[in-house]
């Protein structure tokens, strides 16, 4: 990445940066993510979270260490999921795996060399017995012994650490009121944390950094319902499926958005939190590109999308003042709270115009590549729904500069005459605006 990427990434990327200051973000490194040789760099990009503020729990897994240390390995498949029948020396040998594990991400949050990233940054990791277990018991006529459930995530716990800005550590294991320890799920350990945290996000690392259509292109948005329904229906790998069911409980639970992102790719995790699209597929109850009508407050962030297109002459300059008058004709678009687009629909006669359809420079990839529509589509979209609703058959627009774009998306050229009269009349020969309109279905 040359200068000047960096220095416009690092802008692009400075409002999640304020956006994510202060919440609670729950993390699953499954086992296999923790074999994994790109583990120091998921440690480094955690750490920078928290130094950023990002309140932080880290669930570890250690499902193929175990299978490891185990001669002896037996599980029991309930529906879906496939537990692992825990006795008394599996147990042993477990909580010695699990030991193992935390030492050693407490050795790698600890490294502080000039020529690590964790240089003069003091991260500290609190482990606990902040989850009180349960037995499974008898399932289908076999006996589970010491795999256990969730019973109880002692939160307030959890909270004081967060509190003093520490990272806390959390290994798969609960412990019951008589102190017998039980051996659970770290999959469904960590939505039940996020869950009962009320966390902001449930991010999990996995092989697949996504998934994608028929045709490999990144699906990068589900709603619980629809990956319900892919997974009911598609060949995914058990792991990752067993996670991504993880994501749609918790968020079903409140849990404003699940991530699944790549633990083999370096930065998977940053690209996935401070890019306008990610890189990985995030599971929430909406969409998180939202059009809606815009409110006088939005014209501080409209001027910011729209002076750029002006300035290189895109669309005609508008002063704040008129914005302020007119912004009951705006749409915009947002991304996580932040405005990253605009249009405008003016009627004009029988007629309606869309204008200053303007999208940030960061968001304007057209979405083939993200299984979503593009930004400035969906603007289209929530004009055109206005215009039928406001018994509009037919709307117009003019463009000097980008005439392909609206040609893609359904308008036809047109001649001057076409314009509704009092437009004709207002037409600037100067700019020699293309005119262009579409046809409104019902």
């Given at each position: 990445?040359?200068?000047?990427?960096y220095?416009?990434?690092?802008?692009?990327?400075?409002?999640?940066?304020?956006a994510h200051?202060?919440?609670?973000?729950?993390?699953l490194?499954?086992?296999d993510a923790?074999a994994?040789a790109n583990?120091?760099?998921?440690?480094?990009?955690?750490?920078?979270?928290n130094?950023?503020?990002?309140r932080?729990?880290?669930v570890?897994?250690?499902?193929e260490?175990?299978?490891a240390?185990?001669?002896?390995?037996?599980?029991h498949?309930?529906g879906?999921?496939s537990?692992r029948i825990?006795?008394d020396?599996?147990m042993?040998?477990?909580?010695?795996?699990y030991g193992q594990?935390r030492s050693?991400?407490e050795?790698?949050?600890?490294?502080?060399?000039?020529?690590s990233?964790?240089?003069?940054?003091d991260?500290?990791?609190?482990?606990?017995?902040?989850?009180?277990?349960?037995?499974?018991g008898?399932?289908?006529?076999?006996?589970h012994q010491?795999?256990?459930?969730a019973?109880?995530?002692?939160?307030?716990?959890i909270?004081?650490?967060?509190d003093?800005?520490a990272i806390?550590l959390?290994?798969?294991?609960?412990?019951?009121?008589?102190?017998?320890a039980f051996n659970?799920t770290?999959?469904?350990?960590?939505?039940?944390?996020a869950?009962?945290l009320?966390a902001?996000?449930l991010?999990?690392?996995?092989?697949?950094?996504y998934l994608?259509?028929a045709?490999?292109?990144?699906?990068?948005?589900?709603t619980p319902?629809?990956?319900d329904?892919?997974?009911d229906?598609?060949?995914i790998?058990?792991?990752?499926?067993?996670?991504?069911?993880?994501?749609?409980?918790?968020?079903?639970?409140?849990v404003?958005?699940?991530?699944?992102v790549?633990?083999r790719d370096?930065g998977?995790?940053l690209?996935e939190?401070?890019?306008?699209?990610g890189?990985?597929?995030q599971v929430t109850?909406?969409?998180?590109?939202l059009?809606?009508?815009?409110?006088?407050e939005?014209v501080a962030d409209?001027v910011?999308v729209i002076r750029?297109?002006?300035?290189s002459?895109?669309?005609?300059r508008r002063?704040?003042?008129?914005?302020?008058?007119e912004i009951?004709?705006?749409?915009?678009?947002e991304?996580?709270g932040?405005?990253i687009?605009?249009c405008?629909?003016?009627p004009?006669?029988?007629?309606?115009?869309l204008?200053?359809v303007?999208?940030h420079?960061s968001?304007?990839?057209e979405?083939n590549d993200t299984?979503s529509p593009?930004v400035g589509k969906?603007?289209?979209d929530a004009?055109e729904?206005?215009a039928r609703?406001?018994?509009?058959?037919?709307?117009?627009?003019l463009?000097?500069?980008t005439?392909?774009w609206?040609?893609?998306?359904?308008?036809?050229?047109?001649?001057?005459a076409?314009?509704?009269t009092?437009k004709?009349?207002?037409?600037?020969?100067?700019r020699?605006s293309?005119?262009?309109?579409?046809?409104?279905?019902?």
């Amino acid at each position: 990445m040359n200068t000047h990427s960096y220095a416009r990434w690092f802008r692009d990327s400075t409002p999640y940066i304020s956006a994510h200051r202060n919440k609670t973000f729950v993390v699953l490194l499954g086992g296999d993510a923790v074999a994994h040789a790109n583990l120091t760099n998921i440690v480094h990009d955690l750490a920078l979270l928290n130094v950023l503020g990002v309140r932080l729990v880290v669930v570890h897994g250690a499902r193929e260490q175990i299978n490891a240390s185990l001669e002896v390995r037996s599980f029991h498949r309930h529906g879906e999921l496939s537990r692992r029948i825990t006795d008394d020396e599996a147990m042993r040998t477990i909580t010695g795996v699990y030991g193992q594990i935390r030492s050693n991400l407490e050795a790698l949050f600890s490294t502080g060399l000039p020529t690590s990233p964790l240089h003069n940054t003091d991260i500290q990791l609190v482990s606990g017995n902040f989850v009180t277990a349960k037995p499974i018991g008898v399932l289908d006529g076999i006996d589970h012994q010491f795999t256990g459930l969730a019973r109880k995530v002692h939160t307030q716990r959890i909270n004081k650490v967060l509190d003093t800005g520490a990272i806390v550590l959390l290994s798969p294991i609960g412990y019951s009121p008589s102190g017998q320890a039980f051996n659970l799920t770290a999959d469904e350990l960590s939505g039940q944390v996020a869950a009962a945290l009320r966390a902001d996000k449930l991010i999990v690392f996995d092989a697949a950094p996504y998934l994608s259509d028929a045709n490999g292109h990144r699906l990068s948005n589900f709603t619980p319902t629809v990956l319900d329904k892919i997974l009911d229906t598609s060949t995914i790998q058990a792991s990752t499926r067993q996670r991504l069911r993880a994501l749609v409980r918790a968020v079903r639970a409140g849990v404003q958005s699940g991530q699944l992102v790549s633990y083999r790719d370096d930065g998977a995790l940053l690209e996935e939190l401070f890019t306008a699209d990610g890189v990985g597929t995030q599971v929430t109850e909406q969409d998180r590109r939202l059009v809606r009508r815009a409110k006088l407050e939005d014209v501080a962030d409209i001027v910011e999308v729209i002076r750029p297109l002006e300035d290189s002459g895109v669309l005609v300059r508008r002063s704040r003042d008129r914005l302020e008058q007119e912004i009951d004709q705006f749409f915009v678009a947002e991304v996580d709270g932040f405005v990253i687009g605009c249009c405008a629909l003016y009627p004009v006669g029988t007629s309606v115009e869309l204008a200053c359809v303007a999208v940030h420079e960061s968001y304007r990839q057209e979405g083939n590549d993200t299984g979503s529509p593009s930004v400035g589509k969906q603007l289209l979209d929530a004009a055109e729904a206005e215009a039928r609703a406001r018994g509009h058959s037919e709307i117009f627009a003019l463009t000097t500069q980008t005439h392909d774009w609206f040609l893609e998306h359904g308008f036809e050229d047109a001649d001057i005459a076409d314009l509704p009269t009092p437009k004709q009349a207002l037409y600037n020969y100067h700019r020699n605006s293309k005119v262009l309109r579409k046809k409104l279905r019902s």
